[in-house]
Nanobody, 122 residues
């Protein structure tokens, strides 16, 4: 089975930065898409940033220009550099891996991490 473990969340003040990291494990052969979503209480998960193995990157409108996603494909990791954080960025941030081949299986399911909390307040 595929496991995703996030790290790097925390509490910061407006204007500060954080870097989130996510590592996928579980006899992984390849991962097409890795990325980050965020979720606030009572709301749906929304895209923060995602990158596929061909180098295509997509950002949510509210983070474009402030956040940067990067992948290390051989290491099965994805990082999210978040700059100029605002209170509106407070949320639980979840790592996603999709279209994963592991062991002798290839799955187009979404694999999610447990999430890491980001809190921005003055």
């Amino acid at each position: 089975q595929v496991q995703l473990v996030e790290s790097g969340g925390g509490s910061v003040q407006p204007g500060e930065s954080l870097r989130l990291s996510c590592k996928a494990s579980g006899s992984i052969v390849s991962i097409d898409l890795m990325g980050w979503f965020r979720q606030r209480p009572g709301q749906q998960r929304t895209l923060v940033a995602a990158a596929d193995k061909r180098g295509r990157i997509d950002y949510g409108n509210s983070v474009r220009g402030r956040f940067t996603i990067s992948r290390d494909i051989p290491k099965n990791t994805v990082d999210l550099q978040m700059n100029n954080l605002g209170t509106e960025d407070t949320a639980d941030y979840l790592c996603l891996a999709r279209d994963v081949c592991y062991g002798s299986v290839c799955s187009n399911a979404n694999f999610w991490g447990q999430g890491t909390q980001v809190s921005v307040s003055s």
